[in-house]
Each structure stands twice: as C-alpha cells, then as structure tokens.
C-alpha cells in the first residue's frame, strides 16, 4: 500500500510517501524544492518534480473545518488563496524567499506586464480573487472544498487517491515522534508544543504499546480576536521575536542563541509567569487572557527590550519557556511517571527547552522528532491513515535517521557538474572521506553532498558544511563570509560516539542534533567553535551504522587531530534551503565562499 501524507500547505507544508510493502519512506519538503525558506505554497512543486505511482490514499494534517481554533487553514477561501499565491509566483519567478518581498506598487506592475507575456497567469489570479469572494463558509463546504483541491490537484499528476483523509494536528505531530523512536512498542509519554494547530498549541499523549494511545492533556490556543493573537507559547516566542525585528516562526533560534549572553530580568518574566497556570487536573497550560495582551503588543515588547537590554530580554522568554514546561512535566510525571518522552512541534527545537527537561525532569530516554516542526507532520498523517488501515507499521523502528529524501548517482552528479565552466572537478572516488578530513584538519571549509537528503531542519552530514572545530576563527569565518548570519549564532558539532562520554558532563546518544549538552571544562578550550558561550553544544553523535562515509570522515579527522569532532551546519546560503539537487550545491558553493565541495566522490574547486 502507498500513501500519500502531507502538511498539504502553509508554513512548511510537506509529503510523505509511505509505501508499507517496501516499508519505505520518501519524504520532502516544498521549501527544498522551491528553495523560498519555510515555504507556505501547497504541496504542488513537489509534485511536479517527482514521480508517484499506485497512490491508495492522502491524507492532510488537519481536520478542523469548523474553524473553532480560528486559525483558518481549512476555509475553502484557503484553497482559493493558494491559486494565487501560485498565479503570483509563476508571474514573479521568485528563486529565494527575498524575492517574495515586493511592495504592492511593484507586484501591480509585474502583473500588468504579465498582461501580455503571462496573460494565463494574470486570468488564474483575478479568477481566483473573484470566486473567493463569493465563498460562504461552512464545516460541509469547507471539507468538500478542500477534498475536491487536493484530489483536483493530484490528478493533475496523474494520482488518483480511493479517498482523502483529514487528521488531528498535534496527533499528527505526536504519532511520528513515537512510531520512530526507539521507545516504540514501549510505555512512553509524547508532548506536542507549537504556535497553534486545529484549535490547541500543546496535547500530551499516552502511548501504552505499540497500538495503544490515550490524550491525557491539551492547552488551548484561544483566538483574542486580532490577527494572530492566540494565546500559546508559541506565539508568545513568535512576538518576542518580531520584537526583536527578526522573522517568526524563522528566526527563534536566534533569540534562544542570543538569550545565552543575558540573564532574564526579573520583573518581566515575574510578569510572564504570574500570568501562566498550570492546571493539574486537566493537565493544560493557561493564561489570564486580560493580563496577557501587552505581551502581544509590539510597541510595548519593544519598550522593554530597551529598558533591559537585547541579551536580557531574550533571556526573559528562553527562561520562561524552560521553566514552564519543566514545571508542566513535572506535574505530568507525577500523575504519569513514564520515563519515555517523545518531543514534536515547532517548539521542540529549541534545544536549550529539551536539555532542561533532561537536567530538570525524571524523563531521562527523550526522543525529539528529527523533523519537529510542521513537515513533519507529513509523515504523521501518511503513518495515521496506515495505522487506521490495519496496516503492520512494527518496521519503522528501524528508521533511525531521517534520510527520507532522493540522492543522485555519480553519473547524474558528473552531468551537473560539467555544466558549470567555472570549476576544477577531480574524481577521488571512494577515499573521499580521508581527503575531506585532511582538508577539514588544515583549517578548510569544505561541504558535503552525498547519499539521501536529511528531511527535518538539521543537516546530518550528507548536505553539511564542515570545518575545524579547534581552530578559533572557524565559527567567525563560517558566520560572516560563508552563512553570512549574526556571529552570536553557534554552530553545531557532529561527533563521534565513541568520544560523547569522553567530552561531555551528561548525554545519552542523541543522532539528530535537536538537543543540546554540557561539554566537559577540558575539552571546551580545545574545540571552542563546538560550544557556545554557556558551555553548552548540540551534538550529532555518529555510529558507522548511522551514515558510513561521514563516520569514516569522523575517523580520520581524530587520527590526525585528536578529537573525532566536526563542525557541521546545513549547506546552505543564510536565507536559502538547505541544498537539493547537484546544481543547487554548486551554485551555494560558488555564492557561499566554501573552500572545497565533496560531492559524491567527486571534489570541487573553483578555477
């Protein structure tokens, strides 16, 4: 059986193809096929690049058509927007997410000049702004409408689903990060935490077996009736971050990085915190709605982080955040005290939130799911349409790491690369690894393309950009000629299993960066790109089973430097997606001033 799941559009939006006979997983993210960062477009690009046979079913991960949750993903009026954010973007060509940011005077002209160069284009966009119009919403019209766009669209790619299912949002986060991990058959409490999804922003799980799941907790985000005012941690993070002129539902990594050269001011997060319950009973989080609307107010958040300072106004919301879901698991754990704990939503990637818990809680065996935020909701509505079906699902504990995504053969590799005349191509076939190391330990920056794609925000070695954690200008070199991003920003070390106990306080053997340690005082003056300045790093730690190549990379690296230690950050332009095609990793080479590309066996340099 194959099925289609996805996070069909908006913020993230994402497939998943599930095929249970193969017990196989595909799964890609709109964002690296258009390469516009957190791309809101429906699932179409995706669906235009690759091919899917034999589709039994699709499903979406959403399910309210009421809009109780007002936060409109399933109005019909939302199908209609899509046809002109398309209309729109086939008249603008954009090719990064910059290219989005016109002004209205900009995209008339653009349209009217499509009048005559895109006529078809311009006809989609009015006819679409027109029928929208005459929308009346309703739950049945709602669901119709959105039944009949993601058939209508699937069969534009000759994909013919028997029927089209609708799930739970935060279940659909929830599922993926059991299913997956290693707690899967066991007794194993799963925590979903984002800005808001059909109606909530948090529910806590049960998992008592591999079949077996009851809700044993749910916050709401309540709608306060301007834009996007919910109540919800979340948002209450997104506003924090707009405060400090950053993008939401983007840039939080950069205040919870920030927030580490602060300390949280104490009237203000007194304020916070005195505005937050958690209610043991129900198990939820809520706010006095009353109290709370100055946190929403621009102008007000502004004033403040000029009263105390940027450092310590991010301090204010990281430490806020730590605290409250530390306080809630607790009380979870006391009514429920499982050790197992899966961690998915947006949320979920602020890793300085997950180590706390691990400091802070008796949840000690914690899995955050690799693809926490909305695309990887993807997969949790293809394996919930699974699991309804009766099909056996016992296989996808074994898929530790996230490479869902295609690779390319050294045949279509060499293609791409004799197209560009402004690079020097030398084949070092299967002894790659070594080489990419003796560049590394010289003091290279050098990127790596080679295998499946990660599907999730971390790069995992098989689309990386490396470099030598021990050197002290690395990270700075990184920052501001190669990622071009604030220095504050830390970059993320890939490390050998064998060494995590070696180099760090207290661990366990996490694989997908998505939560951080502390390093051992010995070690941190020896590799001081690998940690931040709270003595904290987020490791990737690597077993030759996990990624064959990139451990013998690891390997030689401590063969010639001591420490089986790698900086890795996505290959990537700041700003851009993380690479997807063989041409995408020359261009972000050329642009991003790498030293040396390792592209399936294959090394590049500029002439």
Known sequence: MVIIGTKYCGHDSALCALDTQKKSIFAMSTERVTRIKHDNM???????KYQFHNVDYVAHSYSDFEDKGHDGELREKMTYNKDIEKSIRSIIQPKFIKDLSISRKEKNRLIFKALFTNFSAVKSYYTAKYKRALVKETPKTNKLAFTRYIKDNFSKHNINPKEVFFYDHHLCHAIPSYYLSSFNGKKAIALTLDGQGDGYFSKMFLFTNGKEYKLIGK?????LGKDDWFLSIGRLYNYFTKAMDLRPNSDEGKVEALAAFGKADKVLLAQLKGITKIDKSSLSIKYDKEKIIPFYTLDWLKDQRNKIGDENFCAVIQTYLEDTVVEYLNVTYSQYPVQNLCLSGGVAANIIMSLNIYERTNFKNIYVMPAMGDDGLAIGSAILTALDLGENLDWLKNHIMPFFG?????????????????????????????????????????????????????????????????MEDTRQRINSTVKRRPSYQPFCPSILEEERERLFKQSFPHKHMAIAFRMKEDHIKNLPCAVHV????RPQFVEEQDNPNYYRYLKELKNITGYGVSLNTSFNLHGRTIVRTPNDAVVDFIDCNIDELFIEGYRVTRK
């Not at 699932?43 to 235009?48: D, H």
């Not at 916050?219 to 709608?223: E, G, K, P, R, Y």
Request: aromatic share 8%.
């Open 42 to 48: 429906d699932i179409t690009p995706i669906l235009e």
């Open 219 to 223: 916050s709401t985000a309540d709608f």
């Open 406 to 470: 295609d690779e390319y053969s050294r045949k279509q590799v060499k293609l791409a690369l004799d197209s560009f005349d402004n690079i020097i191509v030398e084949d070092l076939e299967s002894n790659w690894p070594e080489e990419a190391a003796k560049s590394v330990a010289e003091g290279k920056i050098c990127s790596l393309f080679h295998g499946k794609m990660e599907f999730g925000p971390r790069a995992l070695g098989n689309r990386s950009i490396i470099g030598n954690p021990m």
């Open 534 to 537: 709270d003595g904290t790093a």
